[in-house]
């Protein structure tokens, strides 16, 4: 379907939505967060893209848009959390459980509902965003490696994170668990996601293929990438991540309930 002329073309109408300014508050906004996230802590919200770019896109396009963007987020942020500051007992049995997970993803991902995807993604983010202010009310306590709950967090870690880049709750809840120094827990959650985002590319190029302006929509977000992840890194020195991470968290709790909202009235209407 095609929309207003542009330029003495005809323009999808998808992509009309470049010539709305909301677009480009909302997605600079979002990649700005998820990179932010990724220079302070290795991760965390990347989930919150989707959500907030929901706002102005469908859920799956959201998520196609999102991906190119966290690969480069990845390479920047490597170079402030190397290999010294990865957990590698800790990778040996989150990696193969996410790979499993995202293969599962790939599934749930083509045949289920959009509607369903969406609901999904809300329900999850919503999860995290309770889990976190929660877990600000306990004591916090170290624990040795667990390679069932490894495999466990790897494997719904990789699902979640196929169908909306949400794979930040179970893994962050087995890695707050074990009490990891925070350049290590930096370190290793930006190693376990770097895996899965570059292997994400293959069947997502597919995607992205029968929606090329999705990846139009990714290369205008990306000058914000290098700015968050440097801002997040020249953080991650100088505050407390939980302090850091309740504003952030006030907002991805928004957008996931208006996520979780609409797609639960289309499913019932």
Request: aromatic fraction near 14%; hydrophobic fraction near 55%; proline fraction near 7%.
């Amino acid at each position: 379907m095609y929309g207003r002329y542009i330029g003495g073309r005809p323009w999808p109408l998808d992509c009309l939505m470049f010539t709305d300014p909301v677009f480009y508050l909302v997605g600079y906004l979002a990649i700005f967060l998820i990179a932010f996230s990724k220079g302070a802590f290795g991760g965390g919200l990347a989930l919150v893209g989707v959500p907030l770019l929901s706002l102005v896109m469908s859920p799956i396009e959201a998520a196609i848009v999102v991906l190119p963007c966290i690969t480069l987020m990845d390479l920047f942020a490597v170079r402030s959390f190397g290999p010294s500051s990865w957990s590698k007992p800790d990778l040996m049995w989150l990696i193969p459980g996410s790979l499993a997970g995202i293969a599962v993803g790939y599934a749930f991902f083509e045949f289920v509902d959009p509607r369903l995807v969406a609901f999904t993604i809300g329900a999850v983010t919503l999860a995290f965003a309770a889990d976190f202010f929660l877990r600000r009310r306990r004591a916090a306590r170290s624990h040795p490696v667990s390679v069932p709950l490894a495999l466990l967090a790897g494997w719904a870690s990789g699902f979640t994170s196929f169908i909306a880049h949400a794979g930040g709750p179970p893994a962050n809840m087995y890695l707050l668990r074990r009490g990891l120094e925070k350049s290590v827990y930096a370190g290793t959650n930006l190693a376990m996601f770097m895996v899965g985002n570059f292997l994400k590319l293959i069947p997502y190029s597919i995607l992205i293929w029968a929606k090329p302006w999705t990846f139009m929509a990714s290369l205008i977000l990306m000058p914000v990438v290098p700015v968050g992840v440097l801002l997040g890194k020249w953080l991650h020195d100088r505050l407390e991540q939980h302090r850091l991470f309740f504003w952030c968290y006030i907002l991805l709790s928004l957008a996931a309930a208006k996520l979780l909202f609409d797609a639960a009235k289309s499913l019932i209407g």
